[in-house]
């Protein structure tokens, strides 16, 4: 995420031939898709025009929050202070009904550098905070998730949170949010772009495909993105003055979506633009990807275009006026929604998967708060609140760091801001939600 300019700022299926029982004609992939068509999430999602629908028809809209786990740790954040199934609990009790729910690719490049072996949590703790600190910190996990032990894998921890999301009927959304697991985001930490020092596109693809296919035993999981916040390459002025432009965009989103939807095709998959993601302008209004002169059709996405969503993030926190922060939303993605506007040649569901502010003061209460709020109530569009997190395990090489944009307290015990969440939090869920 970034805020204020700063860092402060997913195999097919495989079926194998069987011979049928005498006198039955059911098709096992027939009964299966049956099977999770009747109940939650009523999968698998897709797309039409401006809407997000499940599988019985009703349209879908995520009203949720992020919960990070690309950190050096590489887990979920907050597991020392607090139980999966008590976040969780606490999500669900704003009604909220969507996690977003990030990743490293890193944590892929070391499974395979590892032939196929996963690394535990308790290895994971001590390399990302010290011998000191991290089996401290890796014991309070312990203490606050007993059914973990020290066989437990990174992966596992993110099984369990996907587990209790189906239990409480959460959606998942499976963000890539960087390649080396570090804070994000900057212009020069080697992240921003593909290519980049440490984003290397062959191991990004496989990452997708690997966590699309690993999450097909996560019945909570709906889609998933592709990148968070693509950005200029600061660090790399030859990968920044040929490459960090649309044509290279185009191409290289084109690479990561057929990894995921080969791998698991039930996913929705996210779109994010350029410039921190914050617009996506040339894909609605069927612009030229220049310096290139290919534009977006949905024929490069055999089978699966009804299966994209765009997605922007904002932080316009020192906004003042709603009215041009509405338009600025508007002109960045949200003009997608719109099949009425002749200049929105493509349309797609809209998500703003990021925006946020200080919960530690009254900013809930002013110009770009209120009015991101009854924008997204306006458009009845899906949206991420950066963040839950209350602290992380480490941020920028400082360790326990205090998270003052949280929904939860340092501790992650309750509410930040008790008045936010009753005042502002509930009745955009109540406003926006669905499915």
Known sequence: MMYSGLRSVVSLLALGCSVLAPFSWASPLKTTSDARAASWPFGPLVTSGR??????GGTVVY????????GEVMIPDGLHYQSIQSVVSKIKSTGMNAIRLTYAIQMIDDIYSKNGQDTTVRESFTKALGSTNGPKVYSQFLAKNPSFNDSTTRLQVFDAVAAECAKQ???VHLDNHMSRAAWCCSTGDGNSWFGDTYYNVD???RGLSYMANHGKSWTALTSMSLRNE??????????????????????????????????NPDLLIFLSGLDFDTYMTPVIQGTAFTPGSAKYSASDFPNYANKLVLEIHNYQNSAS?????????YNSGFQALHAEDKGAVNVFPVLLTEFGFDMSGSAWQGTYATCIASYLAEQKAGWFIWVVSGSYYIRSGTQDFEETWGLLKHDWSDWRSSAYIEGGLKPLVKATAQG
């Open 321 to 329: 006026n709603c009215n041009s922060l509405k338009s600025s939303l």
């Open 51 to 56: 809407d997000i629908k499940n599988a019985q």
């Open 203 to 205: 191991n990004w693809t």
């Open 230 to 263: 693509l950005r200029k390459p600061d660090s790399n002025p030859t990968l920044s003055s040929q490459s960090y432009n649309w044509r290279d965009w185009y191409t290289n989103i084109k690479k990561g979506t057929s990894a995921i939807n080969s791998a």
């Open 63 to 70: 009203a949720g929050t992020n919960w990070p786990g690309h």
């Open 169 to 171: 009927q959460i959606y």
